[in-house]
């Protein structure tokens, strides 16, 4: 166990067994998919850059290296 959690700090459920994940895939699509605000806020905090300009710093650090 590191720093990251995936229940803690994870961007969705974690499941035991494959039922329970059917089951919660199940509930998501009956929620019209939408994320609920604990693993929203988890992402938003986590992908902080949104300019679609991911591919050009990937390439730029690379290239640095």
Excluded: P
Excluded at 16 to 31: C, F, K, L, P, Q
């Amino acid at each position: 166990e590191g720093y990251f959690s995936y229940h803690r700090d994870g961007f969705g459920g974690v499941f035991e067994s494959g039922r329970d994940v059917i089951m919660e895939i199940e509930a998501i699509a009956r929620n019209n998919f939408r994320l609920s605000d604990t693993y929203l806020q988890r992402i938003n905090k986590c992908f902080t850059i949104r300019d679609d300009n991911n591919c050009q710093r990937i390439f730029d650090a690379i290239s640095e290296l």
